[in-house]
T-cell receptor, first 114, second 114 residues
C-alpha cells in the first residue's frame, strides 16, 4: 500500500539556520503531496501542498518540490525562527472508494533555539 | 474562517466506561475523519465518513465505532474504554476533490483512561 517515510527527529537548530526535513513516499498512481504542521497544543494545519510532478509548494518561507524520479517531497526553509518550532508531517493523498484519505508520515519534531 | 471543533480538550475516564468524542465542522464538508496520534507512530486513521450515515473503517478501527447522523457532526465512540486507548484524538474534515483536497483539523482531545 501507499506509505510515507520521513526523517526521524527530533531536529534541533539555532535561529537562522537552514532546515531540511526529508520525506519519501511509495505510491501507485500520482498522489498529491502535503506538509502539515502541528504547533504545540494545537491540531494540524496545512503548510503547503503539490499536486503533480515538479510542482513546488511554498508558504511562510517553507518550500517543497514534488520529485517523481526520486519519489521525494523534502521540506526546506532557508532561515528558521523560534516560532517554527513544531511537529511537521509529510502526507500523501490515497484515493479509495471516492473518498480520499491522507497517509501520514510519523512526524518530525523541530526545535529552534534563539 | 474554517472551523472544526471538538467537544473536549482533555478527558479522563475509567476503564470500561463508554466514551463519546464529538466533532463538529462548519464548512459543509462531505468527508470527516477520526485519527489517533501517539508518539513515534504519527497519525493513524480510525474511521472516516464520506456522507451522512456512511462510515468506513480506517487502519485501526478495533475498539471504536462512529456515528454520523448529521453532515456537520461526526462522533467517535469507545464502547468500553481501555488503558491502551489513552491517546490524542484528532478530528478532520474535507471536501471531495481530485487529489487536491485539504483536511482541516480540530484542536484535538487528549484522553486519559485510568
Amino acid at each position: 500500500g501507499n506509505s510515507v517515510t520521513q526523517m526521524e527527529g527530533p531536529v534541533t537548530l539555532s535561529e537562522e539556520a537552514f532546515l531540511t526535513i526529508n520525506c519519501t513516499y511509495t505510491a501507485t498512481g500520482y498522489p498529491s503531496l502535503f506538509w502539515y504542521v502541528q504547533y504545540p497544543g494545537e491540531g494540524l494545519q496545512l503548510l503547503l501542498k503539490a499536486t503533480k510532478a515538479d510542482d513546488k509548494g511554498s508558504n511562510k518561507g517553507f518550500e517543497a518540490t514534488y520529485r517523481k524520479e526520486t519519489t521525494s517531497f523534502h521540506l526546506e526553509k532557508g532561515s528558521v525562527q523560534v516560532s517554527d518550532s513544531a511537529v511537521y508531517f509529510c502526507a500523501l493523498s490515497d484515493q479509495q472508494g471516492g473518498s480520499e484519505k491522507l497517509v501520514f508520515g510519523k512526524g518530525t519534531k523541530l526545535t529552534v533555539n534563539p | 474562517d474554517v472551523k472544526v471543533t471538538q467537544s473536549s480538550r482533555y478527558l479522563v475516564k475509567r476503564t470500561g466506561e463508554k466514551v463519546f468524542l464529538e466533532c463538529v465542522q462548519d464548512m459543509d464538508h462531505e468527508n470527516m475523519f477520526w485519527y489517533r496520534q501517539d508518539p513515534g507512530l504519527g497519525l493513524r486513521l480510525i474511521y472516516f465518513s464520506y456522507d451522512v450515515k456512511m462510515k468506513e473503517k480506517g487502519d485501526i478501527p478495533e475498539g471504536y465505532s462512529v456515528s454520523r447522523e448529521k453532515k456537520e457532526r461526526f462522533s467517535l465512540i469507545l464502547e468500553s474504554a481501555s488503558t491502551n486507548q489513552t491517546s490524542m484524538y484528532l478530528c478532520a474534515s474535507s471536501s471531495p476533490g481530485t487529489g487536491q483536497e485539504t483536511q482541516y483539523f480540530g484542536p484535538g482531545t487528549r484522553l486519559l483512561v485510568l
